[in-house]
T-cell receptor
Framework: AQSVTQPDIHITVSEGASLELRCNYS??????LFWYVQSPGQGLQLLLK??????LVQGIKGFEAEFKRSQSSFNLRKPSVHWSDAAEYFC????????????FGPGTRLSVLP | ETGVTQTPRHLVMGMTNKKSLKCEQH?????MYWYKQSAKKPLELMFV???????ENNSVPSRFSPECPNSSHLFLHLHTLQPEDSALYLC????????????FGEGSRLTVL
């Protein structure tokens, strides 16, 4: 069965510092991978996605993620964090061609210090 | 309007009430989802409808009853809920084809007294 782990429950960084949020997945085939962001009281917004091709994908708000098959990882990075990036971040594995279920990780809460 | 719209945004109900959550998508998608988001827990898939047919029912108690009258609308009917059902209920939609992402609404915050 598919599963997603995000080892860090809560991360605090200073504004302007770099950020890396970890995501590991378990999936039998080539996965479809996603990162979503959720601000308090809001729904989830897609940051970026990986389906195939270039393993380094660019997203919105200056985020990028790298797919590493050998490590079953899809870590999210940003070179310089802004105070507005404080939110909850979710990694997800999408369904195969025959399914509909997305599996989400437990989330990583990001706090940003001024 | 664009995207996925959920109403109401906030709902407080007693355990004996009957209420409904509504979701509407304007993206031309044909799959719609209900997720439950509780504090300290991962998102839990509740139901998936594809082409107005229920294709996933993730062992959800019968006090939650989904309805999908057409591909643009999805309801979650609530009856005799428990306090532990208090959560953020998220609706999402997705297009056809293998690799589409989910588009989420802003959620309905439910409090059961």
């Amino acid at each position: 069965a598919q599963s997603v782990t995000q080892p860090d429950i809560h991360i605090t960084v200073s504004e302007g510092a770099s950020l890396e949020l970890r995501c590991n997945y378990s999936y039998g085939a080539t996965p479809y991978l996603f990162w979503y962001v959720q601000s308090p009281g809001q729904g989830l917004q897609l940051l970026l996605k990986y389906f195939s091709g270039d393993t380094l994908v660019q997203g919105i708000k200056g985020f990028e993620a790298e797919f590493k098959r050998s490590q079953s990882s899809f870590n999210l990075r940003k070179p310089s964090v802004h105070w507005s990036d404080a939110a909850e971040y979710f990694c997800a594995v999408g369904p195969d061609n025959y399914g509909q279920n997305f599996v989400f990780g437990p989330g990583t809460r990001l706090s940003v210090l001024p | 309007e664009t995207g996925v719209t959920q109403t109401p945004r906030h709902l407080v109900m007693g355990m004996t009430n009957k209420k409904s959550l509504k979701c509407e998508q304007h993206l031309g998608h044909n799959a719609m989802y209900w997720y439950k988001q509780s504090a300290k827990k991962p998102l839990e898939l509740m139901f998936v409808y594809s082409l107005e047919e229920r294709v996933e029912n993730n062992s959800v108690p019968s006090r939650f009853s989904p309805e999908c009258p057409n591909s643009s609308h999805l309801f979650l009917h609530l009856h005799t809920l428990q306090p532990e059902d208090s959560a953020l209920y998220l609706c999402a939609s997705r297009g056809t084809g293998g690799a589409g992402e989910l588009f989420f609404g802003e959620g309905s915050r439910l409090t059961v007294l």
